[in-house]
């Protein structure tokens, strides 16, 4: 079965792009961590990375969990890669297995590094994530001269960087991003001639406040292209419509006739639903492209489809819907599907990542990769 009748497809040209964008934003002394956890936001993580590591020239890659970052060894990505989640004591050994860098936001976990390195003879690199104001991972301002203590203990351990996450910089006037900075500031201060690397910033950061950049910055949602106007989406989605037919007028549509046809009314059925991220949210909100046009969503979303308004529109079976992404000079964006769903981007690029039915087709300067890793020689 070779016919799909949804997919994503992710356009690595406009991923280079982001990255071109981040660079010139941050300026060449600012390295790039970029983040690639929960399958690279739904994009693949394995190809985005190799494609990163070879063509966009990162040095160093961020994940939330070890397994993620096991996976990035085992394809081949050798660069330095962090995992920024606190993770649990099992996970130790698989750090020195891997060479993986641990942000490291736990007494318990640090001391128990400690004495594995120190049991192993064998030391690793260790980040501290400080806790500014954002309230989940990290070690409280007040906490990081004992932190330094503890490691004295461990000689095994290198402090290699220290890291701090923003809470609200998508916001630029919210007054506590200043509050974050100024935390970081005094642990900036007082370690910076001990040749340790500071990294704060994520996409907000990096586009609202250049003066959080310091030695590195993490970008994630920008690389896919949000956070703003000059990226470009990545993912674009898209399916084949299955069925076209014409309801009479005073017709329920979908599930609990939320929508009744006023007039004879043309459907046509899209193969998506909510199983495969499409939100049911959309349900009588949502919009998608068929041939240049916006046609509005009818009805409730279903798990695995629902319908469209085509009356007047020449329409047939296997016609392609934009269902996020480009056609011709319109678009439907991560945003805006955040909006009507009521959250953020970031859930809706998860979302249809998430989606085991809809498989990613890859495309660079135009054209289609059946085999990206080979044809790109990642
Ligand atoms: C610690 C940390 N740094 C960086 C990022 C990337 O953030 P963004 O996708 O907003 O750029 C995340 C994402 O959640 C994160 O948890």
Request: aromatic fraction near 10%.
């Amino acid at each position: 079965m070779n016919e799909k009748l949804a997919w994503k497809e992710i356009d690595l040209s406009a991923l280079l792009h982001n990255l071109k964008i981040i660079k010139e934003k941050v300026g060449e002394k600012v390295e790039i961590i970029a983040v690639v956890k929960a399958d690279a936001y739904g994009h693949g993580m394995e190809v985005i990375s190799l494609f990163l590591q070879k063509l966009g020239n990162i040095k160093t890659f961020a994940v939330a969990q070890i397994e993620e970052a096991i996976v990035l060894r085992k394809i081949g990505v050798d660069k330095k890669i962090l995992i920024l989640s606190p993770q649990l004591k099992d996970a130790i050994p698989y750090f020195f297995e891997y060479n993986l860098i641990p942000v490291v936001s736990s007494f318990e976990f640090l001391e128990e590094l400690g004495a594995y390195s120190n049991s192993k003879n064998k030391s690793i690199r260790v980040h501290i994530s400080v806790d500014t104001g954002m309230g989940r991972e990290g070690f409280l301002p007040s906490e990081i001269g004992k932190v330094l203590e503890t490691m004295k203990k461990y000689p095994s351990l290198v402090l290699e960087g220290i890291s701090s996450h923003l809470s609200c910089p998508e916001n630029k006037k919210d007054p506590y991003n200043i509050f974050q900075k100024k935390l970081f500031e005094e642990v900036y201060k007082s370690l910076r001639n001990e040749r340790v690397f500071f990294h704060f910033s994520n996409t907000g950061g990096i586009f609202n406040f250049p003066e959080f950049h310091y030695d590195a910055v993490r970008p994630g949602l920008s690389l896919y292209g949000y956070g703003d106007k000059k990226l470009k989406p990545v993912m674009g989605v898209k399916a084949k419509i299955t069925l076209v037919k014409e309801l009479p007028a005073g017709w329920g549509v979908g599930y609990g006739h939320t929508y009744m046809t006023d007039k004879i009314t043309k459907i046509a059925v899209v193969p998506i639903g909510y199983a495969d991220g499409y939100r049911r949210d959309l349900s009588n909100k949502g919009r998608v492209l068929l041939k240049g046009e916006y046609c509005k969503v009818l009805g409730r979303i279903s798990m695995d489809q629902f319908t469209i308004d085509v009356t007047d529109k020449e329409v047939k079976i296997r016609d392609v819907v934009t269902i996020m992404g480009y056609d011709k000079d319109k678009v439907i964006d991560a945003q805006e599907l955040a909006i009507l769903s009521n959250t953020i981007p970031y859930e809706i690029l998860t979302g249809f990542g998430s989606a085991k039915r809809l498989k990613n087709f890859y495309k660079f300067n135009g054209k289609i990769l059946t085999d990206p890793i080979s044809e790109l020689n990642l």
